[in-house]
T-cell receptor, first 115, second 115 residues
Framework: AQTVTQSQPEMSVQEAETVTLSCTYD???????LFWYKQPPSRQMILVIR??????QNATENRFSVNFQKAAKSFSLKISDSQLGDAAMYFC????????????FGQGTRLTINP | NAGVMQNPRHLVRRRGQEARLRCSPM?????VYWYRQLPEEGLKFMVY????????ESGMPKERFSAEFPKEGPSILRIQQVVRGDSAAYFC?????????????FGPGTRLTVL
């Protein structure tokens, strides 16, 4: 069974600094997707960034980028120039490429931004 | 284009009562997923439905829980004889179709409190 592990229950960063959130996963599949979701206090799940496992290039979305290490099964999220609005729970998630569509989530990392 | 709608947003039930949670997918989406989030945890997959069919219910508790997605109307997650351990946030997500890639769009969630 696929599992996703986020080993940092909480992280904090100074506003305008850079922070990296860690995620590892376990799967026997070769093709899959990886995601980072943000959950602010409103509890709405917001997709931040996704990565296709067959792509070697790391995904980037504005201030958000990932470091995808397929062999190590590692998928970290880097947030540059942190803003107060980035404060939220961040969840790493996995989904196989085809077939069952369910997302497998990690336990989450609570990110605090210090002004 | 309205997003995924869930109602009610908050639901309070006493032990032994029934809870009915509704999810209206985005327009054009025929696939619905239900996830449960216990306090301070990540989301856990419960069930994946297409119109009139349950595709994957591997995360659904065997007793008291059921889900449907009729040809007309919203998807319903039904919990019979609720217990305190059912208190959680229940999220619905929808996607346009299975295939190479399709993003799951999340609703705002229903927070169920069992007294």
């Amino acid at each position: 069974a696929q599992t996703v592990t986020q080993s940092q229950p909480e992280m904090s960063v100074q506003e305008a600094e850079t922070v990296t959130l860690s995620c590892t996963y376990d799967t026997s599949e070769s093709d899959y997707y990886l995601f980072w979701y943000k959950q602010p206090p409103s509890r709405q799940m917001i997709l931040v960034i996704r990565q296709e496992a067959y792509k070697q290039q790391n995904a980037t979305e504005n201030r958000f980028s990932v470091n995808f290490q397929k062999a190590a099964k590692s998928f970290s999220l880097k947030i540059s120039d942190s803003q107060l609005g980035d404060a939220a729970m961040y969840f790493c998630a996995y989904r196989i490429f085809q077939g069952a569509q369910k997302l497998v989530f990690g336990q989450g990392t609570r990110l605090t931004i210090n002004p | 284009n309205a997003g995924v709608m869930q109602n009610p947003r908050h639901l309070v039930r006493r032990r032994g009562q029934e809870a009915r949670l509704r999810c209206s997918p985005m327009k054009g989406h025929s696939h619905v997923y239900w996830y449960r989030q216990l306090p301070e945890e990540g989301l856990k997959f419960m069930v994946y439905l297409q119109k009139e069919n349950i595709i994957d219910e591997s995360g659904m508790p065997k007793e008291r829980f059921s889900a449907e997605f009729p040809k007309e109307g919203p998807s319903i997650l039904r919990i019979q004889q609720v217990v305190r351990g059912d208190s959680a946030a229940y999220f619905c997500a929808s996607s346009p179709a299975s295939g190479i890639y399709n993003e799951q769009f999340f609703g705002p969630g229903t927070r169920l409190t069992v007294l």
